[in-house]
Structure formats: structure tokens, C-alpha cells
């Protein structure tokens, strides 16, 4: 084994380690922590900044956690992409590199995913914005502050950090919602690459768009079923609230199948530029970089 496999074997192990304990951070983060917290509430035994001080950890813990697993998990793909790019690039791992890393096509993962992210905040009341309402005079809150929420609510949605940013514009982060926030967008905008790519390389997608388009719309549900509401309400008029209502007790499954989706979309259009470029021509590449 040459010197430059082993350095290639060595990196792969050191970014399985950085994805290990990326993941491990936000598990810190969305279940450990918030259970000490609602523990020291509960039992009365702590002052309000021992407990603000449990709730920026953890909603700093997932942040950390989230953009470590996201950087592990790009690294991950290019290192197995440029290895096996010396054996076939036709191979699906190498479009899949291509899909996520390529930088000619920076922008459009980038300008999709915040839009989508965006997107989501405002329907999942994440970003809310209230121009008819004065938080200072309702609330009696300084603008800017912040203030948080401890108890009582479903693992995940505890604790929830309040921040007043200005009279009008606040946010209502919770830890599953933060999470699947980065989670959803980010493949939101992968996919939406890699629509991009297989329409300059007019490769026939199929399915993957459908897949694509459904799991960007259960994101809505994962993060906040009833926030949904509006959305099905103006398609399906007034039985899209009851529909909302009746689907917001499914929340779990809309979040075990709105990334899976996503995911499957995104490896689909991967194969099917894999299929498309060995019976024509090759895919252009650009250079590579992370986003």
C-alpha cells in the first residue's frame, strides 16, 4: 500500500471520527442537555441564569454539532469521490461529489438553500414577523433581548429560546426545529444542484424530482405540522386545516421520511448522471471546493 493510500485511509478515518462526534454533539444537544434542564427547573434548585446558562449551551452545543456533521459529511463525500474517480468517473459516488462540491454550482446550493431555509423559518414560526404587533408593548420586553422557555413540552421542543431582535421580528428556536432547519435546507439545496446538473447534462431525473418535492414539503410538517396549515389551507381551502390537524400527531413519521427523501433523491440523480455519462459523454466538471 503506497504512502499517499495510506494518507488517503487515514483521512477517511479522521473524518468518520469529526462525523462521530458531530453527530454525537447534537445528541448532547437535542436530548442530554435539555433533560438536565427540565431536571434543575423541575426541582427548583437552580437561579434563572444557572438555567439561561443550560439553555444557550444547548442550543450552542447543536450549533457546533450541526456544522460539524455537515462539514464531516462533505469531506466524507469528496474523499470518497476523488478515490474512487482513479478507478471510473462514471461512478455514482464521483456525481455525488460532483453534485455537493462542485463550484460552479456554489450559488445555486447556497441561493436555494437559504431560500428554502427562509422559507421554512417563517412557515414553521421559527422567524416570526408581526408588523401589526409591538412586542415591547405586548410583552413588555427591552428590544433587542431574549428570554427562554424550560418546561413543559415533547423531547425536542424543549427548551425554546426567545429572542425580540426588533418590535416586529423575533425568533422561537427549539432544538429539533434548529436541527432539522440546517438539515432540510441543506439538502434542499443539494437537490436543487443537483436538478441543475442533470439539466445541463440533460439526464432524465424521473422520480427524483417527485421525491425531492416531497420530502421538501414534509420538512414543513417535521418542523412544525400545524405551522403547515396556512399552506394546505390556501390549496385546499378550509379542509387543509383539518387535514393539518389530523396529520400534526403523525409529526415523527413526516420527520423519518422528510430527510430519507431527500437523501434518496439526491443519490437517485447521483445514479442517474452515473448511467447518463457512460452512454454519452462525460458530465463538465468544475473545480471543486466545499460549501
Not at 415533547?154 to 416586529?168: A, F, K, R, T, V
Not at 427523501?261 to 442517474?272: E, G, Q, R
Request: glycine share 10%.
Amino acid at each position: 500500500m503506497t504512502s499517499r493510500e495510506l494518507g488517503g485511509d487515514g483521512l477517511a478515518v479522521s473524518l468518520t471520527i469529526s462525523l462521530a462526534l458531530g453527530l454525537a454533539l447534537i445528541a448532547l444537544g437535542l436530548l442530554v442537555v435539555p433533560s438536565a434542564t427540565a431536571i434543575v427547573y423541575t426541582n427548583g434548585g437552580a437561579s434563572s441564569g444557572i438555567l439561561e446558562l443550560m439553555v444557550y449551551s444547548c442550543f450552542s452545543i447543536l450549533l457546533v454539532g450541526v456544522i460539524i456533521t455537515l462539514g464531516s459529511t462533505l469531506n466524507l463525500i469528496g474523499s470518497f469521490s476523488k478515490s474512487q474517480e482513479k478507478r471510473s468517473r462514471n461512478s455514482w459516488l464521483v456525481k455525488l461529489g460532483l453534485i455537493t462540491r462542485d463550484r460552479s454550482l456554489r450559488k445555486v446550493r447556497v441561493a436555494s438553500a437559504v431560500a428554502y431555509g427562509v422559507f421554512l423559518s417563517i412557515l414553521s414560526g421559527i422567524l416570526v414577523f408581526q408588523p401589526a404587533q409591538s412586542f415591547s408593548a405586548s410583552y413588555r420586553v427591552e428590544i433587542p433581548s431574549s428570554t427562554f422557555a424550560v418546561c413543559c413540552g415533547s423531547i425536542g421542543q424543549m427548551p425554546q429560546l426567545i429572542m425580540y431582535l426588533s418590535d416586529n421580528v423575533g425568533l422561537v428556536a427549539t432544538p429539533l426545529g434548529l436541527v432539522l432547519l440546517f438539515a432540510v435546507s441543506w439538502l434542499v439545496g443539494a437537490n436543487v444542484s443537483a436538478a441543475v446538473l442533470a439539466h445541463r447534462t440533460r439526464t432524465v431525473r424521473g422520480n427524483g424530482s417527485l421525491l425531492t418535492t416531497m420530502g421538501s414539503f414534509m420538512g414543513v410538517f417535521s418542523v412544525c405540522p400545524s405551522c403547515a396549515q396556512g399552506l394546505l389551507a390556501a390549496i385546499l381551502g378550509g379542509s387543509g386545516i383539518a387535514f393539518v390537524t389530523l396529520l400534526a400527531s403523525y409529526q415523527g413519521y413526516f420527520i423519518g421520511a422528510s430527510i430519507p427523501m431527500l437523501v434518496i433523491s439526491l443519490l437517485w440523480t447521483a445514479k442517474s448522471l452515473s448511467k447518463g455519462s457512460s452512454m454519452n459523454c462525460a458530465v463538465p466538471t468544475g473545480r471543486s471546493g466545499m460549501v
